[in-house]
């Protein structure tokens, strides 16, 4: 199981052909207080960069964009009723969405931990 990273703070978890989508801790303590979550259907089909969700925290509104293509397997029906499981744990319980991987090469175009890292501290 390895995790990946956008330039946009999604990370992403791959288990075989499964990606759990969510964003970054950096990402969920920059928006502040997360109120509201909008995931997306489950069976819809999206492509790389399509937006996924939506999170409003107190600063503002912001997209979840997928992270590689695919289509919608799960969504994490808990972020309805307690959003701020978002800044609790953003890369743990704060998933957002479970995707079948279309292709898995997409994967390749992402950072690791570490880049990731580097990214942020560049920020």
Same mark, same amino acid.
């Given at each position: 199981m390895s995790?990946?990273?956008?330039?946009?703070? /999604?990370?992403? $978890?791959? *288990?075989?052909?499964?990606?759990?989508?969510?964003?970054?801790?950096?990402?969920?303590?920059?928006?502040?207080d997360v109120v509201f979550?909008?995931?997306p259907e489950i069976g819809r /089909?999206?492509? $790389?960069? *399509?937006e996924a969700a939506v999170v409003e925290s107190v600063k503002a509104a912001s997209e979840v964009y997928a992270p590689v293509g695919g289509e919608v397997i799960a969504v994490n029906?808990?972020? /309805?009723?307690?959003?701020?499981?978002?800044?609790?744990?953003?890369?743990?319980?704060?998933?957002?969405?479970?995707?079948?991987?279309?292709?898995a090469s997409e994967l390749e175009s992402l950072m690791d931990e570490?880049?990731?890292?580097?990214?942020?501290d560049g920020l």
């Open positions: 995790i990946k990273y956008t330039e946009d703070h /999604e990370w992403i $978890k791959v *288990d075989g052909d499964t990606g759990t989508v969510g964003i970054s801790p950096y990402a969920a303590t920059q928006l502040g979550v909008e995931l /089909e999206m492509d $790389k960069g *399509d029906e808990a972020l /309805e009723d307690a959003p701020e499981t978002v800044n609790a744990s953003a890369d743990g319980d704060g998933w957002f969405l479970k995707i079948k991987i279309s292709d570490a880049a990731y890292k580097t990214y942020c």
